[in-house]
């Protein structure tokens, strides 16, 4: 009879061994201070100090260094993973700069004008050489064409991307696939010279209003609705159309209370993004809704109506410094009111999700 002996337990990894070969975690930003003190330093004593300049030596050295510093103290597949991090820091970096300059660009030339009297008022009666009048006609016109592009098609790209996700096969399924991707492309300008020739044929020439321009956005929101609100409705499981088909609920009964709440973020989401590719649009509006328009007008059928982007561009055409500081606070009033838009499109896809228990 043979006995066994248990070998005896090994000693605990303490937390020193666990952390041993490893850079600390204060030497990452440490290094990327020293190498930012060792570029200006070295651009200053060359008498060719400039900000951009520092930005590349300071990125350069950071990646060199910490690549060597983790080569030496921890292994390579460590270092590799240090340097593919620099990069990516590096890109995000870069991809910041022209937003951060842009928004620096506009608030910095914006403000000076940017008051309650310019949100106000509006041009009527007001001579371009005036240091007077506002931009409340063409807030009133932005907000009045973008929502009628936005009733327009958003129950249409819903509808298609419903179509092709649950119904949709064949050829007619692929025509508009195809044609959406075609549509996604369309320049603005394109849109605006098709409802120009729609109006001719309808109403005859000359008839320019807000309801035009509307038409002319939602063609290009149409496709973009499309394709969101498309991808959205695939991520949605298909156990949960499953369930609901097992439990006797007709297919359309579960697409409009399965399917359409829990893509509900996303679609919301979608809209967005479409309604800021066109709440900026110049080229089709001045075609469609006028150019000249200076007074406050509700109706988006009765005669021209102003908008944000095409007040930006007829101050910016007039020239002079006063209209150049119009034109420079009606931009940021529109990225405000951009903004303003996705915060209340996030607070509607926040109460519209389905409630998700613990």
């Known amino acids: 009879m043979t006995t066994t002996t248990e070998a005896p337990p090994e000693p605990p990894i303490s937390d020193s061994k666990l952390l041993a070969g490893s850079l600390p975690r204060y030497f990452p930003p440490l290094l990327l201070v020293g190498v930012a003190a060792v570029s200006a330093g070295g651009s200053a004593a060359f ?17 060199v260094g910490i690549t060597l510093a983790s080569t030496i103290v921890e292994n390579r597949r460590r270092a590799r993973d240090r340097f593919v991090t620099a990069v990516v820091y590096t890109c995000f970096g870069l991809a910041m700069v022209p937003l951060v300059s842009l928004l620096w660009t506009v608030i910095s030339r914006g403000l000076p004008r940017f008051d309650g ?8 009666g007001v001579l371009p050489s005036m240091d007077a009048g506002g931009v409340y006609h063409a807030i009133v016109g932005t907000l009045m064409i973008t929502g009628m592009a936005t009733l327009i098609s958003v129950p249409i790209g819903i509808l298609a991307a419903i179509y092709l996700v649950e119904y949709g096969r064949g050829r007619l399924a692929k025509a508009i696939v195809f044609f959406v991707d075609v549509m996604t492309g369309i320049p603005s300008i394109v849109a605006g010279l098709f409802v120009v020739a729609l109006w001719m044929m309808l109403f005859g020439p000359g008839h320019t209003n807000g309801a035009a321009g509307a038409v002319a956005l939602s063609v290009l929101m149409i496709p973009v609705v499309v394709r969101s609100s498309e991808e959205m ?18 297919k359309w009964r579960t697409i409009v ?21 066109v709440v900026g649009e110049t080229a089709p509006l001045i075609l ?5 328009a200076v007074r406050i007008n509700w109706d988006l059928f ?3 109506m102003m908008s944000l982007p095409v007040f930006i561009y007829s101050q910016v055409r007039m020239g002079g410094a006063i209209n150049y500081e119009r034109a420079w606070a009606a931009a ?7 903004m303003l838009l996705f915060l209340a499109a996030r607070l509607i896809s926040r109460f519209l999700a389905p409630k998700v228990g613990r």
Do not use: H, W
Request: hydrophobic letters at 55%.
């Open 47 to 63: 008498g060719i100090f400039s900000l951009p300049l520092l930005a590349v030596c300071t990125v350069v050295l950071y990646a």
């Open 117 to 124: 009297y310019f949100l106000s008022v509006s041009m009527n």
């Open 233 to 250: 409705l695939r991520l949605v499981p298909a156990e949960l159309r499953e369930a609901s088909y097992a439990l006797g609920v007709p």
């Open 257 to 277: 209370k399965v399917v359409l709440p829990t893509a509900t973020a996303g679609i919301t989401t979608g809209i967005m993004l479409a309604i800021a590719r």
């Open 288 to 292: 469609t809704a006028g150019s000249s």
């Open 302 to 304: 009765d005669g021209q």
């Open 332 to 338: 940021l009033t529109l990225i405000l009111v951009v």
